[in-house]
């Protein structure tokens, strides 16, 4: 628990995929590679960014064993085994835990939404199997997992803390109330830290600028560092917020296909950024250095250069 509570830039990372629109590991590899040589503590496995929701069990509880079986010496591995289905989120945490990941990240119902207390009960369901974060983004799911549910499954034995979307003043409250709180907003996640005192941030962002995000979560600094990391900080706002110019992964994906890191393929229904947002997106990414970016190249791309599959 202490290990899972220390991490403080954990990265929902990116499935990459072949053209034949299978997993591509090899890719896969690459990316988790360059998370561990900038310093990331851990990671998420078929999150959001991930595209849990795109893979079927089998591919996302596959890489699940394969971050275990390569890479569990060097980060937290997260396994993303919740579900609108509490029966499906138990089977998934199950195994989940069965192959070897460290902690699972839980989101309530959603869609079909239930009462609060089936929410409450749901998670000491999932909370029972074993460590996990609780996921609370309500622009997704419809629905807010407020103080009023959090705070009694605190006390839980594998409640690790929560991943909060709802903005820095409720993670002030948890902070304050001494319950573990990591940034879901990257734009919010540098304050988030130095001002009200996060555990850190689980991050779209640091799929593409690992080692900068470090720095931005890194609170063992002199007032100097500080002021530089502020500028930082300030300096990638306008990226941040291009990676969420439209629904999450479509532009961390587009972002990285134009970097060269990974194949240029989507799985449906997410498809590439317009031409005019690549654009956008190209200055923001031109004016980050070139040894900070995943990728060996970047370029704007044309509309042809994409494959899309199922």
């Not at 290990?3 to 403080?8: E, G, P, Y």
């Not at 040589?37 to 893979?55: C, Q």
């Not at 195994?95 to 959603?110: E, K, S």
């Amino acid at each position: 628990m202490k290990r899972l509570k220390a991490a403080s830039l954990i990265t929902a990372v990116k499935t990459p995929y072949t053209e034949q629109g299978e997993v591509c590991l090899k890719t896969y590899d690459f990316l988790i590679e360059q998370q561990i040589a900038a310093g990331v503590d851990g990671i998420i496995v078929g999150g959001t960014t991930g595209e849990g929701h795109l893979l079927s069990w089998e591919e996302h509880l596959m890489l699940i064993a394969h971050c275990v079986n390569n890479f569990s010496d060097k980060l937290v591995i997260i396994g993303n085994t919740g579900s609108n289905n509490t029966r499906e989120a138990i089977k998934a945490t199950e195994n989940g835990f069965a192959i070897g990941m460290d902690a699972a990240l839980q989101i309530n119902p959603y869609y079909g939404r239930t009462s609060e207390q089936g929410v409450s009960e749901h998670f000491k369901r999932v909370l029972d199997i074993g460590p996990a974060y609780i996921y609370n983004v309500p622009s997704r799911t419809g629905q807010d997992i407020t103080p009023d549910i959090i705070e009694p499954l605190a006390s839980h034995k594998n409640f690790i803390g929560v991943k909060e979307c709802a903005g820095n003043e409720r993670i002030a409250y948890y902070e304050d109330k001494g319950i573990a709180c990591w940034s879901g907003n990257d734009d919010e996640s540098y304050v988030a830290r130095h001002k009200h005192g996060s555990h850190g941030v689980i991050s779209v962002t640091s799929n593409i600028i690992p080692g900068l995000m470090c720095q931005l979560m890194n609170t063992d600094l002199s007032a100097t560092e500080l002021a530089e990391t502020a500028k930082l900080n300030e300096s990638l706002q306008g990226m941040m917020n291009w990676l969420f110019c439209e629904p999450n992964p479509i532009a961390i994906n587009t972002a990285l296909m134009m970097t060269n890191a990974v194949p240029k393929v989507f799985r449906l229904p997410y498809q590439a950024l317009t031409l005019a947002q690549r654009e956008q997106g190209y200055a923001l990414l031109k004016a980050i250095p070139t040894e900070d970016l995943v990728g060996d190249s970047l370029s704007v791309l044309a509309d042809g250069d994409f494959t899309y599959c199922i």
